[in-house]
C-alpha cells in the first residue's frame, strides 16, 4: 500500500471515528476523502448530511459544489459560483462559464461577480459587455481598482 493510500485510510477512520462522538464536521472530512479518491459521489453525500446537521451549513454548501456539477446551491454565497465558472473558462466553455455567472447575478448583484463576468467578456472580445458589467460593478464600489483598470482597457479601441 503505498503512503498515499495508507494516509487516505488513516483519515478515513479518524474521521469514522469523530462521528461517533457526533462531531458533524468530521463529514466534511470524510467528503473531503472522498473526494480525493475520486468517489465524489461519496463526497457528495457526505456533504449533504453536513448540511442537513450543521447550524452553519453555507461553507458545506461551498465546498459540496466542488463535488457535484448538479448541487444546489446557496444562492447568497457567491464563492461556488465564481468557482464553477473559472473551471468552465478553464475548459473553454465560455458560454457556459457567464451562465453560471449571470445565474448568481441574478439572485444577487455583487461586485466580485461582476467584475469577473466583465473580464471573461473581455477575453472574449465583447467589449460592449465588458463595459456594462465594469459600469454596473462601479456603481456598487466606484474605487473598485481592479475594475477601473479592466473598463479603461476594455474601453479602448480594438485593433
Not at 500500500?1 to 483519515?11: A, F, K, T
Not at 462522538?21 to 472530512?29: E, V
Not at 442537513?52 to 448541487?71: C, Q
Not at 473581455?122 to 458589467?133: H, L
Amino acid at each position: 500500500m503505498s503512503d498515499w493510500v495508507w494516509i487516505l485510510v488513516v483519515r478515513l477512520d479518524c474521521y469514522t471515528n469523530a462521528l461517533k462522538i457526533k462531531y458533524t464536521r468530521a463529514l466534511q472530512g470524510l467528503g473531503r476523502v472522498y473526494h480525493l479518491k475520486k468517489q465524489r459521489k461519496y463526497a457528495y453525500d457526505e456533504m449533504t448530511k453536513l448540511i442537513e446537521k450543521a447550524r452553519n451549513n453555507a461553507s458545506a454548501f461551498e465546498k459540496r459544489s466542488e463535488y457535484s456539477w448538479r448541487t444546489q446551491l446557496d444562492p447568497l454565497r457567491t464563492y461556488p459560483y465564481r468557482y464553477r465558472a473559472a473551471v468552465l473558462m478553464d475548459d473553454h466553455k465560455e458560454t457556459e462559464a457567464i451562465e453560471e455567472l449571470s445565474k448568481a447575478i441574478a439572485c444577487k448583484p455583487d461586485l466580485q461577480l461582476l467584475h469577473l463576468r466583465a473580464a471573461f467578456f473581455d477575453s472574449m472580445r465583447e467589449p460592449a459587455d465588458a463595459i456594462r458589467d465594469c459600469e454596473a460593478a462601479l456603481s456598487l464600489d466606484p474605487n473598485h481598482s481592479d475594475t477601473i483598470d479592466l473598463y479603461r482597457k476594455a474601453s479602448e479601441p480594438q485593433s
